[in-house]
Every structure is written in C-alpha cells, then in structure tokens.
C-alpha cells in the first residue's frame, strides 16, 4: 500500500505543479481549479467520492486505500500529467516548488506516523495535493521574491544608465496590441525598446530590460499587467514612467478582483508618478479618471470627435488630433480604441503629429485577434483566440458577420474566463447574441458549458459540443466549403476543464 500511495502523491504532485505554473505560481489558484475539475462532469464527482470513501475506509483496511490511489493516478479525467498546450518546463523556480512540496508531504505523513495515521495521511496528501501546492506556492513566495531581486536591481540599473523616456501601458484588454501600435508609430523618429510578447510582469519586464535596453534606446515601452493591488506600483517604483496609458476597465480577472472599482485602482497606479495620463474615454471608468486626476490628461477617443485624439470608429474618417485629421485609413485593419491610445502615447512624446500618416498605414497585425485568413480548403478563418473580453467578443461577431455574410457562419469557443461571478452571465449573454447571427455553434469544453447552453437556447443556430479544440478544428474542416467563414473566439489552455 505504501507503493502505492507514494506512486500517487507522484502523479498528482506532477498534475497540479503543472497547473502551478500554467497559473504563474499564483498561490491559491490551484485548489480553485481542482474544485472546476472535480465538479465539472458526473464521472469526476463520483471518482472524488470514491476516493474520499476509500479513505474513509482505510483507517480501517489499509488495503481500501487502493481505490483513493488509483483514483489520484487518474484523476480528475481530462486533466493531463503531460499537457498539450504547455508541458511542464522544468525551470529552477517549479524545482524549488516541488521540494517544497515534498518536504510538506513528508511532515504531515511524519506527524501521522504519530498518530499511527502515516498511510492515511500519505493517500490523503495525493487526493488533496493542490491545497499542499498552494501551501508551497504561499512558503516560497518570499524566497523567490528574494531570488529574482537581483535581476530587478540589474534592470533598474541598466534603466538608471540608458535613461530612456518610459511608456507605460496598462488595461484590462488592448495592452499588447496598443503597445505594438505605439512602437511601429516611433519607429521613425526614435530608438524605441518595446517590452516583448506578453512580459508584462515583475520578472519579465526585468527580463525584457536587462536582455533587450541597449545604449541609445530612446523609449522603452512597458507593458505592466495586474492581478491585484499594489502590483503595478510597485513595477512603476522601479519603471518609472514617463506616460501612463490605461486601455479600457472591464470584467477580465474580476473574479481575483472582486470588482470593476478595485481593477480601476490596480490599473490607475500606473498615473502615479507619471507626467502624462493617455486615456481611453469611451470607457466610462476612464473618463471619470480623466477628469479627477491631477496629471496632464491626453483624452482619446473613438466617438467623441472633440477628443483630443479622435479615430473613426468606423475606419473611414481616419485619425484626428485636436481636431485636425492627421491620417487615413487606407483599408487598414485595426482597432480603433488602441490606435487613439497609441497615437496619444506618440503625441505626449512630441511625435510631431504631421508625420504619423505613413506609420498609422504600416501597422502590424495583431496577432490571433480578429486575423483574417483563408484555409487551405477555402474557407475563411477569423481568429481571435487571443481575446477573452466581452467587448472583444461582441466586435469579433461583427466581424465574422462582415466577413461571412450571405455564407455559412460557425462560432467556435469555449467562453470567456476569469470574469468572477458575472461569468455565468456574460456567457450566456454572449451566446444569445451570437445564436441570433451564426448557423452553427460549437461550444469546446465543460467550463461555460451551462451557460453557453443556455444563451444558445432561444437562438436559431445550430448547436454541437465537443470536449476540445481539436475536435472543433477536425468538425470544421470536415463540414466546411469554399465561402463559409468560422470565427475561432478564444482558446483556453487545457488545464481549463
């Protein structure tokens, strides 16, 4: 039985640390995807209540304990030791996590060994391992934070010696792209550093400083994300920024927020100390921020032509500062909320607003968000996985509307994330919608599953289920023809149920 039990706290330590780091070692997360994936199918419930009989009944006979290993082995089903998204990467920091984690287990089954209870502790460790990878995640979160000081402190030096002017970005959505936009406007007129991809954290905008800041660099733009108060003031006590940029406040992350008030506080500490606040005052969030903060405020807008920038919510008016039109759209594909934040970034740096027209019309396609293409057996392809916001969600129906009208419309999703409790209700919300503009629905996974069920119900589409991406992906290719058009909107890791 000892084999047996050490076998499984084995398995299970590797399930859940690969969740860990999926979830940026965040403490307290994996527990909460352990309770998704425990809950989310008739199967998962009945083997967790199997489990926890076998160990009701080991105390007993030991030899019951068999039934809470095996169970630990397996389960919860369709979460993977091995991971297709994202493989455990066996860095210095999850190795320090996974001694931990071993050292936690080896205590408690020491003190059961008391108690004449070690087996039982050893079977209950691997069913209840995500509470002990927590556990770990909180005891070692001062020791890595020690740990990486030093390539902060390297990164603030390096700053301290290039001194270049710092943009800093922040947002609920839009960051990444508006920070892509920004840095191809300065391209021409300064030697601009962008921090890459999505290093958006303490440890990858250190990174990003210390591998990519050379002598010269004119700009460095930063893109700071938050999962909680006191985040980005602290990166900005370090990054100082020269402009503060805020993109939009909405629902993603509410659930670690608890509110759209307390998000707007995280995100706004990015004005602190900055000169410039570039606004995006569509938002009513942000337009309340505008006009109580003591910063020079840049107001950018796309409906409101009196903005200080102003762009063409419809793309054919084209982009206006301070009233004067300063480009065109020239059959650009972009988004029209980051591109006034963008070109706002430009203007509070003296980017002479005359010479932004060529630059507006090279800008770069942001990436698995809205992308056009077409498949190589015809079919048109709109992906937006890259999105996981209600607004987002809502322009990609218009643009697979746009892009596939008169032509057989398929959604292909799982719903969006992290919404906190209003979740449920943006899903279904969501799904209404769309079931009114699509032909045919194909919801991926059990996360939203109810409530995307539920929003599809009154709609005219029609509705398949499938258990991952995929299977969507083969259902596509096998049903769709030359002329017909899919929207791929958002894709979940699959540590997702």
Not at 142 to 155: G, K, M, N, T, Y
Not at 284 to 313: K, M, N, Y
Not at 407 to 417: D, E, W
């Amino acid at each position: 039985m000892w084999v047996a039990a050490v076998i499984a706290c084995g398995f299970a330590t590797l399930r859940w640390l690969r969740v860990a780091q999926r979830e940026h070692y965040l403490s307290w997360t994996v527990t909460r995807f352990a309770q998704r994936w425990w809950v989310t199918s008739l199967i998962n419930r009945a083997l967790f209540l199997v489990a926890l009989s076998g160990l009701g009944v080991a105390v007993a006979y030991p030899t019951a304990g068999l039934l809470t290993a095996l169970v630990t082995v397996t389960g919860p089903l369709g979460l993977s030791i091995t991971g297709r998204t994202a493989p455990l990467r066996w860095t210095g920091r999850l190795r320090r996590l996974t001694l931990a984690v071993v050292v936690l287990t080896g205590v408690l089954a020491s003190i059961g060994g008391v108690f004449g209870g070690a087996l039982v502790v050893m079977l209950s460790a691997g069913i209840f391992m995500p509470l002990l990878v927590d556990v770990a995640l909180a005891v070692t979160a001062p020791i890595e934070r020690r740990l990486s000081a030093r390539f902060v402190d390297q990164a603030t030096r390096a700053l301290s010696r290039v001194a270049p002017r710092v943009v800093a970005i922040t947002g609920s959505y839009g960051k990444t792209t508006t920070k892509n936009y920004l840095a191809r406007l300065l391209r021409d007129s300064h030697a601009t550093v962008a921090s890459p991809a999505s290093f958006n954290n303490r440890m990858g905008l250190a990174r990003a400083i210390n591998e990519h800041l050379a002598a010269g660099t004119e700009v460095f733009i930063a893109e700071m994300g938050t999962y909680g108060k006191g985040e980005i003031a602290e990166l900005c006590s370090w990054i100082t920024p020269t402009v503060g940029v805020i993109t939009a406040i909405g629902p993603v992350h509410l659930e670690r927020f608890g509110s759209l008030e307390a998000i707007l506080e995280a995100k706004a500490e990015i004005l602190k100390d900055a000169g410039t606040a570039v606004l995006y005052v569509d938002d009513p969030h942000l337009a309340t921020l505008a006009d109580r903060t003591d910063e020079a405020v840049i107001r950018c807008s796309t409906r409101d032509p009196t903005a200080d920038v102003f762009v063409d919510g419809a793309g054919q008016g084209g982009v206006f500062v301070s009233g004067e039109q300063v480009a065109t759209l020239e059959d650009v594909a972009v988004f029209p909320g980051n591109l006034a934040c963008a070109v706002g970034a430009a203007m509070a740096l003296g980017v002479p607003a005359a010479g932004l027209s060529g630059a507006i019309n090279e800008l770069p396609e942001a990436e698995h968000r809205q992308t056009v293409s077409v498949s190589d057996l015809g079919f048109t392809i709109v992906d937006d996985t890259y999105n996981s916001n209600p607004a987002g969600a809502r322009s990609a129906l218009d643009t697979l509307e746009r892009v596939g009208a008169g032509s057989r419309r398929v959604l292909v999703t799982p719903g969006m994330v992290e919404l906190g409790p209003r979740q449920h209700e943006e899903n279904v919300t969501f799904a209404a919608r769309a079931a009114g503009r699509v032909t045919d629905f194909v919801i991926v996974g059990r996360t939203n599953r109810a409530a995307l069920l539920e929003g599809t119900a009154g709609g005219r589409a029609s509705v398949m289920v499938v258990d991952s991406r995929e299977d969507a992906v083969r259902w596509v290719r096998e049903n769709l023809v030359d002329g017909d058009v899919v929207l791929y909107e958002n894709d979940l890791p699959d540590h997702y149920p």
